[in-house]
């Protein structure tokens, strides 16, 4: 498995999404195999790593964020077009293969997809999310994305994977 990874850097705060002024978003393109497009396989792969809580389903559509935890999306099925980083955000399309790695604090909603769309989602070792919306966001939010731990692993490819390199360069540069 090797990824094409894509990222976006969301350092401002959109309206009521604090945002991520340290870790980018993480596209991974079409790292999935077919065999792995299932919540099973998902849950196999990325539970092996340490990662937990799945989910199967679709992306909120309306602006959200989690201020305690990152999150990971698998796309399993369909395709979807997702704005991250709240209104006026990249405007990403999505398709049955890709995994997303959003940092915590950057927005996301669905915009529209395919009908059979779907993705699986999973969070960090000891990651409780929270689910807060763009209109009515916590005072304290930013703060508490500030404060949420960068995952040990990348829940595709372990220790050495992208987001572990990546994300680390970005909050502590050699």
């Known amino acids: 498995m090797t990824a ?28 999935l195999a077919e065999a792995e497009r299932s919540a099973a396989a998902m849950r196999a792969l990325a539970g092996a790593r340490g990662w937990h809580g799945f989910w199967q389903g679709g992306v909120y559509p309306f602006h959200h964020f989690h201020a305690d935890a990152h999150e990971a999306l698998g796309v399993i099925a369909g395709r979807a077009r997702v704005q991250f980083g709240g209104d006026g955000g990249a405007k990403v399309e999505l398709a049955a293969g890709d995994v997303v790695l959003i940092p915590a604090g950057v927005g996301h909603c669905a915009l529209g997809g ?10 960090p ?32 490819f372990g220790e050495d994977g992208p987001l572990v390199r990546l994300w680390r360069a970005r909050v502590s540069p050699a």
């Open 4 to 31: 094409t990874v894509e990222t976006h850097l969301f350092a401002a705060p959109a309206g009521g999404v604090p945002n991520n002024p340290d870790l980018p978003l993480l596209v991974y393109r079409g790292v």
């Open 114 to 123: 395919s009908a059979d769309f779907a993705c699986v989602g999973f969070y």
């Open 125 to 156: 070792p000891g990651a409780e999310p929270d689910l807060e919306r763009d209109e009515a966001p916590p005072e304290d939010a930013a703060a508490r994305v500030g404060a949420v731990p960068l995952p040990a692993t990348d829940p595709l």
